[in-house]
Structure formats: structure tokens, C-alpha cells
Antibody, heavy 121, light 108 residues
């Protein structure tokens, strides 16, 4: 059974840093496209970042270089380092596995339960 | 970056109704579109991928169609468990994998 479990969310002041973790079981983070998606309170889903199986890393432009995605293959964990946090980074952060198939279509199939990050003065 | 615009943002319907949600892309994304259902406090669940392929286990009353820049999600004969928020997502060749803003489907 595949399971993704996020942790690390907490309340923090603007300008601070936080590292989120996504512990994965049932699949290998090194062989998969692992993503972070966030959802601000009462708002829609926003794609944040991806760590691709081939090593590529991409980020939403809106982050302005403040976030860094990484993975520890020995622990099978994906991380999201968030620096210079702003009030508008307040959200539930989900990790999700992407199935990438350019023939039949790509999609996010496995998701964690999310971890809440609150940025407030 | 590719933008996705869903309409309507809110939809009120009754059990047994047929509803349609539209997702428009700012440029051609061929059929690289997925639809998700999300209930409060839960992670999204994929319903449709490749614009029209039903994910395993998803009821046949969910149907996706479209290609290029215009896509639709249709739910025929709404069931009580279908009242939720629905979001489209484009997964074109390269990231970012943008989401639409969501459509909240409420009971009338």
C-alpha cells in the first residue's frame, strides 16, 4: 500500500524558515515525480514544486526562489525548504506523486493528508 | 505559464441533476488535463485524466471531454456524495502543473 505522510507544519513569524517532510512508503521517491501542492484557507489548489525522477526540479514562479525541494533516497523522504516566509504562504501543504504518461495522460494519484503552515506576525 | 479558468466557481444543484463544469486553458494543452474531487479537510482525488479517461474505481456518472483549450466535466445523476469541490489541472510536457481555481458544488 502506498502512503504519503507530511509533517513539519507549524505557526511561524514572517521572514522565518521551515522545512516540510513527506515520508513515503510503498514507492520509491527516486523513481517517481514527487510534488508539493498547497491550499490557502478557503482557496483553490496551487502547484508548488516537483522533484522529478530524472533529478529535475521545478518551482512555481510566484515563489520567487524562496522554496527548495529535495529528496533523501535513503530515507525515502521528500523535503520542502521554505525560506523568507510570508503571510500569504499560509496554507495546507500536500505532497503528491505524479504519474507522468504523455500517451494516456498524466495526473496526481497518491496524496498525503497535508500539513498546515501558518505564517502570522 | 498556462492559466486555467474554471466556470462556474459555484454551482447549486439537486440530487439526480446533471451538471457540467468547464475548464478553459490559456493555450493549447492537447489532452493533458486531469479533474479532481476534493471534500473538506481531505486531499484531492483524481477522477479523470487525459481529459476523458476515467480513473479506476470512479463511477461512470463522471465524464470528461474536450481537447486543446476547452474541457468539460459532466456528472450525470448527482448523488449525495458528489457534493464537493472540483478542480482541473493541466499536466503539459513541462511544469508548472497549474490548477484551475475550483468549482464548489453545493446542494440546492
Amino acid at each position: 500500500e502506498v502512503q504519503l505522510a507530511e509533517s513539519g507544519g507549524e505557526s511561524i513569524q514572517p521572514g522565518g524558515s521551515l522545512r516540510l517532510s513527506c515520508a513515503v512508503s510503498g514507492l520509491s521517491v527516486s523513481d517517481n515525480s514527487m510534488n508539493w501542492v498547497r491550499q490557502a484557507p478557503g482557496k483553490g489548489l496551487e502547484w508548488v514544486s516537483v522533484s522529478q525522477s530524472g533529478g529535475g526540479k521545478y518551482y512555481a514562479e510566484s515563489l520567487e526562489g524562496r522554496f527548495t525541494i529535495s529528496r533523501d533516497t535513503s530515507k525515502n523522504v521528500v523535503y520542502l525548504q521554505m525560506d523568507r516566509l510570508r503571510v500569504d504562504d499560509t496554507a495546507v501543504y500536500f505532497c503528491a506523486r505524479a504519474v507522468i504518461d504523455l500517451w494516456t495522460g498524466s495526473y496526481f494519484d497518491y496524496w498525503g493528508q497535508g500539513t498546515l503552515v501558518t505564517v502570522s506576525p | 505559464d498556462i492559466q486555467l479558468t474554471q466556470s462556474p466557481s459555484f454551482l447549486s444543484a439537486s440530487v439526480g441533476d446533471r451538471v457540467t463544469i468547464t475548464c478553459r486553458a490559456s493555450q493549447d494543452i492537447k489532452n493533458y488535463l486531469a479533474w479532481y474531487q476534493q471534500k473538506p479537510g481531505k486531499a484531492p482525488k483524481v477522477l479523470i485524466y487525459g481529459a476523458s479517461t476515467l480513473q479506476s474505481g470512479v463511477p461512470l456518472r463522471f465524464r470528461g471531454s474536450g481537447s486543446g483549450t476547452e474541457f468539460t466535466l459532466t456528472i450525470t445523476s448527482l448523488q449525495p456524495e458528489d457534493f464537493a469541490t472540483y478542480s482541473c489541472q493541466q499536466l503539459n510536457t513541462y511544469p508548472p502543473y497549474t490548477f484551475g481555481q475550483g468549482t464548489k458544488l453545493e446542494i440546492k
